[in-house]
Structures are given as structure tokens and as C-alpha cells.
């Protein structure tokens, strides 16, 4: 009778251990999708939700990728003339807008920087045709460009419009910073490009490197706008002012 009670009271242990073993996982795999709902679209959540692929663990990966920089023209002045209230019910509903045109298209939101916004493209999951996702989300964004800039002006009486870079190539991509804080993002050549590109555009504008060109030259329209220099790069790269359609 003792040795049945041992067994029954192992038995029951062991079914606590397997217990919370499994809410622990449980745990871990919505705090895992908590973390990618602020930067993928929801149909790659709902993909890792059934494979449970990814790891949210320091460090990175080389990979091949297309990243987009956008960011709004003379944010600065505008702001300097504007209750604060304004500028951010501004900035919430670009943010909006080019967020909407991201996930729509596959992309990753790296991050807001200010006024401006980073998406990355086939990272951190490989993506079909990515480099032209990353065009069809710019093209998206200057297509919603005219009816925010027609609000904008109708409420607050201030034009609104912003220029767009495009890169692609190698980056190292995945989570950088500490244990307790970090942050998933890309960091290399290409991204440095893009961000060039884009304070290079004007309003509306899509600036897109000769590797972009290169890679969708038979599906895009483009006006070359020749060799330029940009900030922080030796020498001069070829840039291409991508055209809507």
C-alpha cells in the first residue's frame, strides 16, 4: 500500500513537471509572437505561430536583402510651427500609412527613427521576389501620399509629403543589443545606401540603387539620374529615380 502511494505521488509529480513544462512553452511561444506582431505582417505571425521557427535570442545572420528608408520633408520647420498635439496626430497617421504599405507586401518594420521609417525585406524569413515587394511598398506609399497631403492640408493648412530610398544586397540582420533590451535590425552597406538614397530623393520621390535597377530593369520604369555622391561613401554609385507604373 506504501509502494502504491510512492507511485502514485511520482506519478503526480510527473505530471506537474510536464505541466508546467508546457505552460512555460506556452508562455515563451506568446511572448515570442507578442515581440513579431509589432514588426511582421500578420500572415508571417500566423505562420510562426503553427511552426514555431524563430527565436528571439541576440545575434545575427547574413543575408540577401532589400531595405527601404522613408522619412517626411521639412518635418523639422513644420513642427517648429505646430502644437505638439498636431505633429503627432501627423506623424501617427503617415507612420500608419507606410506601416499599412509594409505589411501589406511582406516586409519586416525595423523601426521608426523620428519622422522616418525602416522596413527590411526577406528578413527574418526568406521572401518570394523581395526586392520588388520593396518597390511595390514605396509605390504604395507615394500612391497614399496624396490623399494624406489633401487631409493635412485641409486640417492643419501644411503640406505633407516625403522621398524614398531603396537598397539591396548583403546585411547582417537579427536582434542587437542586451539581454533585457534589444532590438531586430540591419546593419551593413546596403542599409547605410538606402538611408542615403532617401535624403537624397525629394518629395514623393523613389530613389533606387543600380542593384535594384539591375535586378527588375524588364519590370520597372525608371529616369536615370546618374552617378551621385553620397554621404559617407568613397565613390559616386549610379541612381535610378524609380516611376509609379
Known sequence: ??????MCIRDRN??????????MEQRKRQEVLGVLKKYVAPQVVEKVSKSG???VELGGERRQIAVMFVDIRGFTSM?????????VEILNTYLSLTTNAIFKNGGTLDKFIGDATMAVFNAPFDLDDYIYRA????????????????????????KVNFGIGISCGPAVVGN?????????TAIG????????????AMARE????????????????????????LKGKAKEICVYSCLLY
Open 14 to 23: 510527473y505530471v506537474a513537471y510536464v505541466l508546467f513544462r508546457f505552460l
Open 189 to 200: 552597406d546596403t542599409v547605410n545606401t538606402a538611408s542615403r538614397l532617401e535624403g537624397k
Open 206 to 229: 523613389i530613389l533606387i540603387s543600380e542593384q535594384v535597377y539591375e535586378a527588375l530593369k524588364d519590370r520597372i520604369r525608371v529616369t536615370e539620374k546618374g552617378m551621385i555622391p
Open 176 to 184: 542587437v543589443g542586451c539581454d533585457f533590451r534589444m532590438d531586430y
Open 135 to 158: 518597390v511595390c511598398t514605396a509605390r504604395d506609399i507615394v500612391a497614399g501620399a496624396q490623399d494624406l497631403e489633401d487631409r493635412m492640408e485641409k486640417r492643419f493648412h501644411k
Open 1 to 6: 500500500c506504501l509502494v502504491g502511494s510512492e
Open 53 to 55: 521557427e524563430f527565436h
Open 79 to 87: 513642427s517648429e510651427k505646430m502644437e505638439p498635439e498636431q505633429v
